[in-house]
């Protein structure tokens, strides 16, 4: 009796386990996650729900930014440098910590103090001398290509005091010997013209390291920051901001205004998300059922993502991944250029990590048919990547 009760007790655990998991077991897909803005699902949702949940850079006034207090940190620089004193800074941060967007939040501070500023966002490598000068001539508005480095910094001192943003610096070189002479004209020019216009850099976090260590790059800066993620408390004040833009008045029958209290739904997803606002975009969206009220959604718990993927990746796929995660983006030729390898075997690892949904093939004419890390699973694989002591 004793062995039959024990053997019915067994089936009906296994089955338990089965069909009905436990929240700390049950996992979602990581391909699942990198191609969920392709599934019909998503693409079903209201148009006014998915423009609440925009994964991308926000302009300075738009009203689904919280607040953060990095801004601050560019505002002293910029005071600092308004009351004389020679300042540059540089700003560096994880992929999808919102450095474009904090930086759209400085320019819109900027214009409100009639403070004359030109920002420019990098969208491809750099690789000479006259490629450098010809960037920051074009934002400036001078004619590059009749000067010489030395005549180029005469030229750029004789402008009015103002600030200089450029963003995606990550973008900036490629780890060649040409690198060193695109940062040292960089250099020569920032250096040169500090003590008149306020230079401001940000670039991502691993990028930045590699700038770092291997060309002194922090030399450039008399103040530098780090831009932390999210914590859950912002991540939680995000998504509560982004379902109030998208006109939702209550979530799992909860008020909007009482989504904030610690047994919310809105919590749990923020705890998952571990400081990535991706994933909380993700999580949000990807659990939800719309209300049987108007203006109301039901979320499921969220779930795990499910990280096996990336344990199988070859030794050289997870190199490749640590390069473009410190370089922006590679195209193949570059690829083929750092791992000393034909270019079809680098399309074909390019393209395996893509079709697996670990990089996006950016298809424009300035990215140059470059691979970059997927926005909405890049935090998961750099921190494996870390883990693993292919970044540091």
């Known amino acids: 009796m004793i062995n039959i009760k024990q053997s019915i007790s067994d089936t009906w655990l296994e089955a338990k386990e089965r069909w009905f998991p436990s929240k700390e077991d049950s996992t979602v897909p990581l391909d699942q996650v ?11 949702l209201d148009a006014g729900l998915k423009s609440a949940f925009y994964d991308g850079p926000l302009g300075g006034l738009d009203s689904r ?17 308004k009351s004389g004193r020679n300042v540059s800074c540089g700003i560096y941060g994880e992929k999808g910590t919102g450095l474009s967007t904090l930086l759209n939040m400085f320019a819109h501070d900027l214009k409100q103090q009639d403070q004359t500023y030109k920002l420019l966002s990098l969208e491809r490598r750099l690789s000479s001398e006259q490629d450098v000068i010809e960037v920051i001539g074009r934002l400036l508005n001078v004619e590059s290509n009749e000067y010489q480095l030395d005549q180029f910094i005469e030229a750029i001192n004789q402008l009015p005091a ?12 490629q780890r060649t010997v040409n690198a060193q002479v ?34 002194q790059f922090e030399h450039l ?5 780090q831009i932390p993620n999210f914590n859950e408390r912002q ?4 998504l509560i901001k982004r379902f109030s833009y998208g006109g939702f008045h209550t979530i799992n029958d909860i008020s909007i205004e009482e989504l904030a209290q610690e047994k919310s739904p809105i919590n749990d997803v923020a705890k998952r998300s571990k400081g990535c606002v991706e994933l909380g975009l993700f999580y949000c969206l990807n659990n939800l059922t719309y209300g049987t009220k108007p203006q109301s959604i039901f979320i499921m718990p969220p779930q795990e993502v499910d990280m096996t993927a ?18 922006g983006q590679l195209s193949i030729k570059e690829h083929h250029r750092i791992f000393r390898i034909s270019l079809n075997e680098s399309k074909m690892i390019l393209e395996h990590l893509r079709v697996l949904g670990l990089l996006d093939k950016n298809e424009e004419i300035t990215r140059s048919d470059a691979y970059s890390l997927k926005l909405i699973t890049s935090a998961m694989v750099i921190r494996y990547l870390i883990s693993m002591n292919y970044l540091y």
Request: hydrophobic letters at 45%; proline letters at 0%; aromatic letters at 14%.
């Open 235 to 238: 991540i939680r004040d995000l």
């Open 65 to 81: 930014i919280i607040e953060r207090k990095d801004i601050e940190f560019l505002q002293d620089c910029h005071r600092l440098w």
């Open 34 to 44: 990198s191609r969920f803005y392709q599934t019909d699902f998503y693409l079903s």
């Open 310 to 327: 990336l344990k199988r990746l070859t030794q050289v796929e997870l190199f490749t991944l640590a390069e473009i995660s410190t370089h």
């Open 221 to 225: 800066f008399s103040h530098q920051q």
């Open 162 to 173: 103002q600030v200089v943003i450029l963003d995606n610096i990550h973008f900036l070189v």
């Open 182 to 215: 695109v940062i040292d004209t960089l250099s020569a020019i920032i250096l040169a013209s500090r003590g008149l216009h306020f230079w401001v850099l940000a670039s991502e976090e691993q990028a930045w390291r590699r700038l770092c260590y291997g060309y």
